[in-house]
């Protein structure tokens, strides 16, 4: 599994230890996103009985798989955070529409995009997609509330079961998000912490070496005053 991973992060992030970490973690989690999509679409398939999701589930994983590529390949991270959650915000919402709306446990899963987006890229980008969820909800809710398009008929056909494996997947999701950020945090700590350690180490080596050094040369010097006295006694005898 490792090699299939390390095998999908650009030969130029190989050498930087924090960037290869970080790009190792995006190749793992578009792996499990694929995993899940697949899995999840099947379940689709047989619960709700609609073959257009088996459909829309290959083409979202055919997708994110070639988006791996495309990151092997330029090593960017703006890249795949506004790409790869730009397809998971439309899939999820098109999924949410299929399965009823802001009752959907497919809407929720949206909440996995800007946690994804802070982790392989930065803030600014997280916070743009943390704004458009925002906005998704909004809107299935606008829409329920105004009676302009009703989702409860749509709720009523997904089984309680799909309920249930969405948000099973959708905890085990933000929990590996999570705890594999603060993974790397901790390693990234430590590692920052061992060359203080390390530098403070030299400096105090560096520090003794020159309090030494100043001993041996008042040493010295106090020698050769003594010297100089005792010349200056004998020359006066």
Known sequence: ??????YFVPDKLKSDKELFRKASFVSAACLLIIAITIFSFFYAVYAIHDPIYLSIGGGFAVVILISMFVFKRTGSFTFMALFLNGISF???TSAAIATGGIYSPDLYSLLVIPVFALTISNRRIALFWAVMVILAFISFYVLEVTNAYSFKPLAEKVPLFYYFQDTIILSAILLFLVFRNESLRLELLNEVKKSHDEISHKNKEITDSITYAKRIQKAL???????EK???RLKKN
């Open 221 to 227: 010097m106090t020698n050769e005053k003594s010297i």
């Open 90 to 92: 439309l899939a999820l």
């Open 1 to 6: 599994m490792k090699k299939l991973i390390h």
């Open 230 to 232: 005792t010349l200056e």
